[in-house]
């Protein structure tokens, strides 16, 4: 299986940003996309970005997009979440996530693997 670790989560004010972490081990090379989903309070979870593990193409959610970047580096197994000019409805626990077969981007309920996740808290 892949083992998740995700770290980087914090406190930021409004307009502030953060770059989460995940570290992939065990079987990486059944990788195929990986993702971010969060979890606010008294919420469901949803999709916020995922990134293909080869060739890189990139997938956000609409409140992802223009602030979120999702990047990779193979070499480190390592996927990043850049968060910049996030807002007080950005609070959640964020989940690193790993697909390990063609599947649609979007639903959290298509991935596989996850992390225990961290969170992050934006204050106004």
């Known amino acids: 299986q892949v083992q998740l670790v995700e770290s980087g989560g914090g406190l930021v004010q409004a307009g502030g940003s953060l770059r989460l972490s995940c570290a992939a081990s065990?079987?990486?090379?059944?990788?195929?996309?990986m993702g971010w989903i969060r979890q606010a309070p008294g919420k469901e979870r949803e999709f916020v970005a995922a990134?293909?593990?080869?060739?890189?193409?990139?997938y956000y959610a609409d409140s992802a997009k223009s602030r979120f970047t999702i990047s990779r580096d193979n070499a480190k197994n390592t996927v990043y979440l850049q968060m910049n000019s996030m807002k007080p409805e950005d609070t959640a626990v964020y989940y690193c996530?790993?697909?390990?077969?063609?599947?649609?981007?979007?639903?959290?309920?298509?991935?596989?693997?996850w992390g225990q996740g961290t969170q992050v808290t934006v204050s106004s």
């Open positions: 990134i293909r593990w080869s060739g890189g193409s990139t």
């Open positions: 065990g079987r990486t090379f059944s990788i195929y996309r």
């Open positions: 996530t790993a697909q390990l077969g063609t599947r649609s981007p979007y639903s959290q309920r298509e991935y596989d693997c």
